[in-house]
């Protein structure tokens, strides 16, 4: 719950806005004529709607940044129950502010610090679940955020849809719910844990081993011999900083192998299917009233997905099956580009190949790269390096998500059929990269405590030779 609760209520309010546009361009257009008494500009409209849907990335940076920052002075927990709160007042300052008044500049603050959480949660509970779950079903827990994600996903896109949530009466409700999970959590915190490595680095043994008592069903000396294990992977260490991260070749290494699963996520296209499905399916001749059920039909595609993927991963192992659903991103931008070019000479069939190509590509992503990266980021980093590799990460991923974010609706323009093609690229190096190189990040985390002293004693020599 610790996880679920933060990436799913975030992505929720991450897709709202793709149904919603209808009822946002009304509301939009109509305070433009009331403040300047004129009819708003195509080019406006089209402006603000990518800044309305992209700037949610402005507050996932911050997220990012201060996770990395805040984690020096609160624990786990903690700054879980502060996402939740500042997703509370995101929430308020969208449905009650932009909701009363219509005013664009008000849901765009809203947007913004309700991306606050959203940038802490690709983060913070990829921490949470390396740091909770024990080491043998690691890779099936991590693969459980990124169900969460898919959960939240379509539950956003099913109550958005305007004939139940979407509408320009409700949508603040659609808003509002937001506060639910948040409310849940909070309330349920006091009786949840901190993490057992954290408590460990802060407290000591004794409050680490009632922790796992709480956590695990073992017997007594099962839990001690984690615990000695939990003891031997921090055994003194200090925390690694980015300044060492970066001038230390295998940390840098590691560094850009969690860099690039963090980038995969974004960089394969997601962006232009979850914030802009709608649009999508209308360019690729859905009609608009039954655009919204295409995409519902395939985000529930993709929860399926993730169900079965997250069995996958714990069967097969984490690379595996992010090695098979890189391919099959591929295949599937190849064939939804093919199915734009030949829409002329096919007309009614070519859509429903759309369909087909956008549902393949959901499947892959959430049930394959969704999921596979969170259960490799833990086999690729260490205790010592994780906070720092996973914020600078997450802050890289934010900056460039953003900049994703904002672009469909002008690749759509100017490259029309084509406007997939610069993701078929980037999934086809970032396959190229991982069959490569995630193999050797692996056995290098294995031989994580060599690493670690070896980075020591080269500091210690420095200094002496200084």
Not at 152 to 174: A, D, E, R, Y
Request: aromatic letters at 12%.
């Amino acid at each position: 719950m610790t996880a679920w609760l933060l990436m799913s209520v975030t992505l929720y309010n991450f897709v709202l806005l793709n149904p919603l546009a209808p009822a946002m361009r009304t509301m939009y257009e109509t305070t433009h004529m009331n403040r300047y008494n004129e009819t708003m500009p195509e080019e406006k409209w089209t402006v603000l709607y990518a800044v309305s849907v992209s700037c949610v990335y402005f507050g996932a940076i911050v997220g990012g940044v201060g996770t990395n920052f805040m984690l020096s002075y609160v624990s786990r927990k903690g700054l879980m129950q502060l996402s939740h709160v500042i997703n509370i007042i995101g929430v308020i300052v969208i449905a009650l502010v932009a909701g009363t008044t219509w005013s664009y500049e008000a849901l765009i603050i809203g947007r913004i610090i309700a991306g606050i959480p959203l940038g802490v949660a690709y983060n913070l509970p990829i921490l949470m679940m390396a740091e909770l779950s024990a080491k043998c079903k690691q890779n099936f827990w991590q693969s459980v955020v990124g169900l969460s994600v898919a959960f939240g996903i379509l539950i956003g896109s099913i109550f958005s849809h305007p004939k139940i949530l979407g509408s320009l009466s409700l949508w603040t409700v659609l808003v509002s719910l937001a506060v639910i999970p948040s409310l849940i959590y909070l309330i349920s915190s006091h009786w949840i844990p901190n993490t057992p490595f954290y408590v460990l680095r802060t407290y000591g043994k004794d409050e680490a081993l009632e922790v796992l008592k709480k956590l695990r069903q073992g017997t007594l000396d099962e839990i001690k011999e984690e615990l000695s294990s939990m003891s031997d992977e921090i055994g003194g260490k200090r925390k690694v900083l980015i300044k060492e991260m970066l001038t230390t070749k295998n940390f840098r290494n590691m560094f850009a192998g969690v860099v690039a699963l963090f980038l995969n996520l974004v960089l394969v296209g997601i962006d232009n299917i979850l914030l802009y499905s709608d649009k999508v399916f209308i360019e690729a001749g859905i009609s608009p009233d039954k655009a919204t059920f295409a995409t519902i039909g395939v985000f529930a595609m993709q929860l399926l997905a993730s169900l079965v993927g997250s069995k996958l991963v714990d069967r097969f192992g984490g690379f595996k099956v992010h090695v098979a659903s890189n391919i099959l991103i591929i295949f599937a931008h190849v064939t939804y580009t093919v199915s734009q070019v030949a829409t002329p000479a096919a007309p009614n069939a070519m859509p429903y190949v759309a369909i087909f190509a956008v549902g393949v590509f959901l499947i892959a992503w959430s049930g394959g790269t969704n999921l596979t990266t969170f259960a490799l980021l833990g086999e690729i980093t260490s205790e010592p390096t994780r906070s720092t590799a996973y914020g600078y990460s997450a802050v890289i991923f934010w900056v460039v998500a953003w900049t994703v974010g904002f672009v469909p609706p002008y690749l759509q323009i100017h490259l029309g059929p084509y406007a997939l093609t610069i993701w078929l690229g980037c999934a086809i190096l970032f396959l190229i990269y991982f069959i490569i190189f995630i193999p050797r990040l692996k056995r290098l985390r294995h031989k994580d405590d060599d690493l670690f002293m070896e980075s020591k004693n080269d500091m210690e020599i420095k200094k002496l030779n200084c």
